[in-house]
């Protein structure tokens, strides 16, 4: 599958971008700047003796069939606003936390109650033709990318994801490629639930001196246990 990665130059961009170029993906890493993007290709192939890895400008890395938006909330209204045509008929995977720094160890809910439904509001407006209708998924709000970045280790956790149907278990099955568990969530409304378990995790690392405290969905049926799978 081709992968793009907005903002892939940063923590979570890189880390997934490297996780999914080794699970044979091509992965194209978007910047504001094309020769960023280029240069952390360059980078973290190296790095890692990838050959999948491309990079090259925000609205060339939307030429993948599904791309990840992965940059912090600040940019998060104009950098959707200024790709919207460059998304119109795929899917999008907001990994977006609504952070409100210095604050960030507390739920902050934005405007549109979260940053996925806000995206869902910006790309999909009134009167959008349904062939242009992006389908919004939001997930990865609780992996670290200090774990993400470390390749050569299995990440404890479990990944929500929630958004249109279709979309998401497409998504779940890309999770599943990064070495996690996908947990299907529901619809997007219940991104705001997700979300905001972010800083609820950061005060807890804060608390106990985590580097990146995961969530694990217990009870599931034997086919979806995290035990047998991992066994
Ligand atoms: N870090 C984590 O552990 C973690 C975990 C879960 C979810 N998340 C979420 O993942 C997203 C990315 O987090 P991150 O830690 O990777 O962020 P980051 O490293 O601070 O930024 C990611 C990239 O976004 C671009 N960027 C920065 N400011 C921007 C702006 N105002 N407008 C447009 N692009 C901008 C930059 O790329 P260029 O300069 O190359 O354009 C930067 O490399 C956030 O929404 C965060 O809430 C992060």
Known sequence: M???????TGKEGRG???RWAKA?????IGSRSAERGAAKAVELSERFGLTTLSGTDNPGAC?????VLSVPYAGHRQTLTALRPHLAGKILVDITVPLRPPKVRKVHLPEGKAAAL??????NPPGAAEAERVA??????????????DVDHAIDCDVLVCGKK???QRVVELVADLGMRGIDCGPLANAVALESLTPVLLYINKAYGSPGAGIRITGLPASHSAVEESS
Request: proline share 0%; glycine share 14%.
């Open 136 to 149: 919004v998924v939001a997930t990865m709000h609780h992996v670290s990318s200090s774990h993400l970045i």
């Open 2 to 8: 081709k992968i793009g990665i907005i903002g892939g």
């Open 24 to 28: 044979g993906h091509h992965v194209i």
């Open 16 to 18: 997934l971008a490297v």
């Open 118 to 123: 806000e995206a869902g509001a910006i790309l």
């Open 166 to 168: 279709g979309a998401r």
């Open 63 to 67: 030429a993948a069939e599904i791309v």
